[in-house]
């Protein structure tokens, strides 16, 4: 089967590229480097949506809406920001159109400059510190807690769906607070959301840690990480929350009196996810047939296929399904029943294991005769005859053990990449070899770090926020170093 | 008390910018024309959604996104539809900014111009069609019935919080079907869904109707809509669904093959409701207190206020208080127990219903003696004692109560506040006494419409879909009419 898709062992690349486009999960637009998210694909995404938003209300966060539009003066107040984020973007230089003279169509209306540049977000923090200032003068107004899903910008040559593309759709959080560590607390404690969310949603287990200074979010003095690995050994960066220190508020001056009339700058985060979690879902778990989708974000996690050769057939299987169907619903579990007579059982089949499904049940003729019923599970693709009467209870407990057993292989997968190395030599064939994860001892210097990335193309993904302590020598200068470090090719 | 809000019968318009800002429901943002949806207006915009989008799905319709840019030449394919948006529109011409050399900032990069022009999306027809003509081919792709949640920028001037601003959030869905009749009865459904939604959730009465030559979206066959009345007596179109025939599929070519191989057009519907509702769900209700919600849209639905003078007065309330949230809670009610003791009671009352709690109850000692609490509403200012055994039901009935009660009220306001005239000299004078709608005979020509605008500052709001026939004559013209048409002055 597996509808054309390439082989992973043979062309991963291209094998993620048209599992996208033939699980109809998105596909590239006309307008350069813009995706659209079609409707299977953004089903899924809404799904994350849900239970994300869920987390962080969970957490105390309301959700609030800013402005697409960053005026051009506001990027450049905080510096390190504005060296990070005017590189590439979409900037609007006027606000009409009008009748082109020679009758062509239209053309942009000179006369409708504006007095100033306007940046199409690439992330919010200059618009929403800006509107902080006027939300903030007491310690009574903190901690502000707010979450923005929106689209944002990023002007990108190469593209690849999901991973890379100049518009995508995001969530940003922004929170502001009285004290250092309580912004501290915050932006580890969304990390942890994070964590929990890729690995209980997902079934995709991250490390944690802290980036190096090099890959730092512009503005930031912390940039905390998910960090999860794919199946070509690769990294992906699934998720960052910034401590923001006093950057930006000192940036748009935002004070707040504290209990004794003191003023004082205000201490802020800012944490991200993007549809690039999409991205990191396919390519955890999916295989040569296509989608392999956790139950917790399948849009539909249970189809059922009639096998009939008459209506007669079909309408006898229809009474045993509906009430199949009536159950599974009453327990929450989605459901569809595909009695299309234009395409076959065989061909089904196919479609639902490219479209991820996690259970797939079939029942014929004989299966009425009998009272039973095939059940199917997408991940290890074993099919199983079972009893009508107890069929709701199995899918059910079929469903926790397939989003538990995604997980496990994803988290063996990992365990068996990630690689101790003491040596040079041993890093880069590592890298050349299996891949994965390299936990090395690193001199904690920019340049070392900046040679190995120029001689292997890997990039330290993380320090871990659980590495030991442990004094070893750089596998690169040789100096001392008192913990190891995450290396890996990525996303 | 009121918050120092202006009164609705001293200045309307004043009471509306004022509420909206005291209410924490949104602000003008810094950049020109844009809005912050502050936390307390996004969650009631977010109870919006929730309700209409499972409408949407519960009539078939799924979810998708589509780029935020359309190309400039896009737009100029069909020839209303640019017509109707090039003339408001933000235009990204550049995809980069530099360094100035004079080390004042960023500018933008000359060398990084677009070879063509990108416009924000004003409404995404083009950008959708243009990706829809990939996806037919045949009839079994048909229908195609997609939505999009989106924000969307149309440059204006003048601007007012939620009722015109540059960006604004909304929904459009974009459907696609094999007949003409097909797309007429989708365009008729989503009216009725929005319809329902605007009388069973916002409590708020509409005409439905269809939309004149003059005032149709630029590319409709017909445009519907569904119009309100303000408490001001002016109108607001509060959501419009358009039969788009086969435009759009002429301009980007967009044909499917019937059952016998035969090649047609695709015909199409769009239909929208956006962030404006959150100025018709202000303005249709609430009063010089302020904000008056109906229970379905309410962030909070209930309050408590404790009265004590002391902590142990709090804890013994706080005991009561607990049992009564988790009742509520177990209902679905949303309910906030406000125990601050920086604010008097009072004051907190006040602050409640400026934000519109529908329900308000406080309890201190006495009550508790009495084994008994203080039951508010919103909407009369009716309160009454209660005893705490049945107060569960009775705020459960209460919020039902309420609902239904502001729906009648604005239901009683339209209906007294809709005027039939039969000559030019009552529709002046009930246009500038009462206001309101005026159902008037008209002559069916473009040029009356114009000049009894120009005269009047009234337009028809719609020919409503169930006026009876009635031979009349145009109170402007004279000329003979078949049926009566709605007037008003509209936001």
Known sequence: MGKGLPKRSEDYSQWYNELVKKADLAEHSAVRGCMVIKPYGFSIWEKMQAALD????????????FPLFVPKSYLSKEADHVEGFAKECAVVTHYRLKNAEDGSGVVVDPDAKLEEELIVRPTSETVIWNTYKNWIQSYRDLPLLIN???NVVRWEMRTRLFLRTAEFLWQEGHTAHATKQEAIDETVQMLNVYAEFAEKHMAMPVYKGVKTESERFPGAIDTYCIEALMQDGKALQAGTSHFLGQNFARAFDVKFADKEGKLDLVWGTSWGVSTRLMGALIMAHSDDDGLVLPPKLAPIQVVIVPIFKNEEQLNAITEVVDKIQAELKALNISVKFDTRDTNSPGW?????ELKGVPVRMAIGPRDLENGTIEVARRDTKEKEVVAVDGVVKKVQDLLEDIQENIYKKALHYRESNTTKVDTYEEFKSVLDGKGGFVLAHWDGTPETEEKIKEETKATIRCIPVDAPE???????SGKPSGRRVLFARAY
Chains 1, 2 share one sequence.
């Open 148 to 150: 923005q899903w929106a």
């Open 348 to 352: 089904k089949f196919a479609e639902y």
């Open 54 to 65: 869920k987390m962080f209300k969970d957490t105390g966060h309301t959700n609030a809406y």
């Open 470 to 476: 442990e004094s070893g020598k750089c596998v690169y």
